[in-house]
């Protein structure tokens, strides 16, 4: 069965310091994966995902198979980008998507 | 841009009642969804929706819970005698093709 894991429930960072948000999937097949970003009391938006390759407000993530990883990364951080960061999977036939528990990025002035 | 739109933005329901929660997806997106996410654990996933049936279920989504996309634009979840466990911020989602979703403001059911 797919997984995801996000080891760090919350991560603080000082204003300007590289931050890199980890994930870790499990997943037999071709995996797909995104990056989620939902700001205090609003809805996930889809950050970027591994396939397009993008860049979205600094942020990359490159995607290891060997590592079976896909970190987030920027790296100079604001505070505006603190926020509840999820990963997700698709996965399987039916596509569906996986998430991990997210974690509480915090960006200190 | 176009956005999934959600309502109600919060409902409280007494156990045992139930509740429709209603999603307008994206116009053009043919894949609908529903997501759960009680307070202070993960997103998880309840149902897909395709050319008006159900397409995957989880474990989650039993009898006590339905989908219907009534007419051209709504997309409901009913849920059946609700129980204190249920209580959870629901999301809809919806995407274009079976890749990335993109998802309402979520409405946040409370039942007591």
């Known amino acids: 069965a797919q997984r995801v894991t996000q080891p760090e429930k919350l991560l603080s960072v000082f204003k300007g310091a590289p931050v890199e948000l980890k994930c870790n999937y499990s997943y037999s097949g071709s995996p797909e994966l995104f990056w989620y970003v939902q700001y205090s009391r609003q809805r996930l938006q889809l950050l970027l995902r591994?396939?397009s390759r993008e860049s979205i407000k600094g942020f990359t993530a490159d995607l290891n198979k060997g590592e079976t990883s896909f970190h987030l990364k920027k790296p100079f951080a604001q505070e505006e980008d603190s926020a509840m960061y999820y990963c997700?999977?698709?996965?399987?036939?039916?596509?569906?998507?996986?998430f991990g528990s997210g974690t509480q990025l915090t960006v200190l002035p | 841009e176009p956005e999934v739109t959600q309502t109600p933005s919060h409902q409280v329901t007494q156990m045992g009642q139930e509740v429709i929660l209603r999603c307008v997806p994206i116009s053009n997106h043919l894949y609908f969804y529903w997501y759960r996410q009680i307070l202070g654990q993960k997103v998880e996933f309840l149902v897909s929706f395709y050319n008006n049936e159900i397409s995957e279920k989880s474990e989650i989504f039993d009898d006590q819970f339905s989908v219907e996309r009534p007419d051209g634009s709504n997309f409901t979840l009913k849920i059946r005698s609700t129980k204190l466990e249920d209580s959870a911020m629901y999301f809809c989602?919806?995407?274009?093709?079976?890749?990335?979703?993109?998802f309402g403001p979520g409405t946040r059911l409370t039942v007591t």
């Open positions: 989602a919806s995407s274009e093709a079976r890749d990335g979703r993109y």
């Open positions: 591994h396939i």
């Open positions: 997700a999977l698709l996965s399987g036939s039916a596509r569906q998507l996986t």
